[in-house]
């Protein structure tokens, strides 16, 4: 049998010095950090290195002014930067150090000064306001003693109804979790963005759609949507339908200008690339991992926290990343970042993902119909590409890091891929099987299938034996590198999707640990689709590795809520009583 080998290689650098002819050698400087992203007034420290001599003493310059300016920024002489309160147009300056020992040797960082993410959204605007920003119903405090807590979303966007515009957002964010009644203001920014006092009133609550209470996280009650519209006060809003940050570029980074979203929506599919632009993270983007998902998620009927309850959802949304949303992101429209159709209506989420109501589900939910029985239609525009934000600052794909597999789980694999062997060798597709880590289930073996060309879905066994099984074409070179993602047909879809109807019920009833249960693609498996459990992280919990011969897939995490996920508190004293602010919806 042939093995592997390999030679270990030192490379070493010689320096050489001057000899015989008595050349020198020149001095050479260094910045680091090389780039860096800061908020209008803060501060970095760079470094600057120099060597070949004994002067290393640099002077600092600011867009070649030494010192800086105030419109660019100020750097002291021990390379501390500070960006300037406004953001500079371009919003990009240059940090270099000059060698004192020999002025035409420099090193530059560049320094881009940017809001953070989300901060635009959070601010108050000039009437009429554009939408994706702070804001929910002025009511929505609680008092205890002398101190106030405050709460607030997103007003996500703008619907139209028989000739009358409405923002459109969650019950929980405008109708305070069925505590409102009609007609209550609806202010711009939030509360929590206004220091616990109500600004400026932009429309009134018109509807909402009940939420069942009394549910509890053994038996939820079941709710439809999380959904509410409010009547626009003439002139506070833009009735184009504008969205902060969901068109073309603008002179901030990651920050696009307003647009309206597309007029016409979309259904939500596997895969596909979302964004929304919310009030704690602003325009975010990633992709949807699972759809026609029944979800339990829990609410608070006051922003203290009042009296808890839990309700199910069916036929959701989930989108991966546990940055793709914050608490105060509820009631931001997610829309798909192609052509900008709405497909969602967010409403909650926990550390690494994001719920949404399909927006169509939303839009013909009776509770949002008039007398006359017209509903809701999204006000928008052309079809548009969004401008999502750069690699490193989009949301993180959904997968979860690859947990170390047990010594008895590694044997155990073994033994079991050691047994069939030959017999899926005989498979003139497979190539070579090894033993690795389960993507479905993280902290699994799995026997690991190396094939010539992608098998149609359900070809192999999602198991051997109680371990796993994952495919893996050759043209990947060895299992340490990514399998290429591969669309789910939507036969395939359909096919898993009628086993977890089966299935989902009793799934989350009987186990305690599972709060949502849907259908997205399978990783042990490309092409495939599997039934997909989210659990809690928590609790103690042995999945099936099939259903009715579909792939199940396990994701753990903290449970879906509709308040404080990826949770942000900013508690602050102000006038002469204690006010709690916090970002709980």
């Known amino acids: 049998m042939r093995r592997g080998w390999w030679v270990p290689v030192m490379a070493t650098a010689l320096l050489l010095t001057g000899c015989g002819g008595g050349s020198s050698v020149p001095v050479a400087i260094s910045v680091s950090p090389k780039t860096v992203t800061l908020s209008p007034g803060a501060s970095q420290t760079f470094k600057a290195t120099v060597t070949n001599t004994s002067n290393v003493s640099v002077t600092w310059q600011v867009n070649s002014t030494p010192g800086g300016s105030a419109k660019v920024g100020t750097i002291n002489v021990f390379g501390v930067y500070t960006a300037p309160i406004s953001e500079p147009t371009p919003p990009t300056v240059n940090v270099t150090a000059v ?35 702070s804001g929910g119903d002025s009511l929505d405090l609680t008092k205890s003693g002398n101190t106030i807590t405050c709460c607030s979303g997103t007003l996500g966007s703008l619907v139209q109804r028989a000739g009358t515009f409405y923002v459109l957002s969650n019950n929980h964010v405008l109708a ?33 759609v009940q939420l069942p209470q009394g549910g509890t996280s053994t038996a939820p009650k079941t709710g439809t949507v999380d959904a509410a519209i409010a009547q626009i006060i003439s002139g506070a809003v833009d009735t184009s339908g504008s969205i902060l940050e969901l068109g ?6 990651n920050a696009p200008n307003p647009a309206p979203p597309a007029s016409t929506t979309v259904a939500p599919a596997i895969g596909m690339g979302v964004a929304k632009a919310g009030r704690s993270s602003g325009l975010t983007c990633s992709s949807i991992s699972s759809v026609n998902t029944i979800v339990d998620i829990d609410y608070s009927t006051s922003c203290s926290g009042g009296t808890s309850f839990t309700v199910e959802f069916g036929n959701q949304i989930v989108i991966s990343g ?20 709405p497909v969602g209506l967010l409403y909650g989420g926990d550390s690494t993902s994001t719920v949404a109501n399909p927006i169509n589900t939303v839009l013909n939910d009776p509770g949002l119909a008039d007398s006359n029985g017209n509903h809701p239609t999204i006000v928008g525009g052309a079809q548009h590409p969004i401008l999502c934000p750069k690699p490193g600052a989009t949301a993180p794909a959904g997968a979860q890091a690859t947990a170390p597999l047990a ?20 498979n003139p597709a497979v190539a070579g099987i090894v033993v690795g880590h389960s993507q479905d289930e993280p902290g699994k073996a799995a026997v690991v299938i190396y094939v010539n060309s992608l098998p149609s879905p359900a070809t192999f066994a999602a198991q051997l034996d109680g371990v796993r099984t994952r495919i893996v074409p050759t043209s990947t070179g060895g299992s340490g590198i990514a399998v290429p993602e591969v669309a789910v047909a939507e036969t395939e879809v359909a096919r898993v999707a009628a086993i977890k109807e089966q299935h989902a019920e009793q799934l989350l009833r009987e186990n305690p640990a599972i709060f949502a249960v849907g259908v997205g ?8 689709a599997a039934v997909i459990l989210f659990v809690d992280q928590d609790m103690p919990y042995t999945p099936p590795i099939a259903l009715d011969g579909a792939r199940v897939k396990v994701r753990r995490s903290d449970r879906f809520r509709a308040w404080g996920w990826n949770e942000r508190q900013q508690p602050r004293a102000c006038f002469s009583s204690k006010r709690a602010q916090q970002d709980s919806y």
Do not use: W, Y
Not at 124 to 133: E, V, Y
Not at 192 to 208: G, H, M, R, W, Y
Not at 248 to 253: R, V
Not at 521 to 528: L, R, V
């Open 99 to 133: 060698s004192q020992a020999d002025a035409t040797k420099s090193a530059t960082a560049l320094v881009t000064i940017a809001q953070p993410s989300g901060a635009g959204n959070q601010q108050a605007q000039s009437l009429p306001i554009k939408l994706g920003t």
């Open 176 to 208: 305070r979790s069925n505590q409102a009644k009609p007609g209550e203001p609806v202010s711009q920014p939030g509360l929590v963005d206004s220091n616990c006092t109500p600004a400026t009133p932009v429309a009134n609550l018109s509807q909402f």
């Open 248 to 253: 073309t570029a603008s002179s901030t980074p």
């Open 322 to 341: 546990g940055s793709f949303s914050a608490a105060g992101d509820s009631g931001s429209l997610v829309v798909n970042t192609s052509t900008a159709q």
């Open 407 to 426: 010594a008895t789980e590694l044997a155990r694999a073994t033994e079991v891929a050691g047994r069939h062997a030959a017999r899926l060798m005989a």
């Open 521 to 528: 693609a399978s990783e042990d498996s490309p092409g495939e």
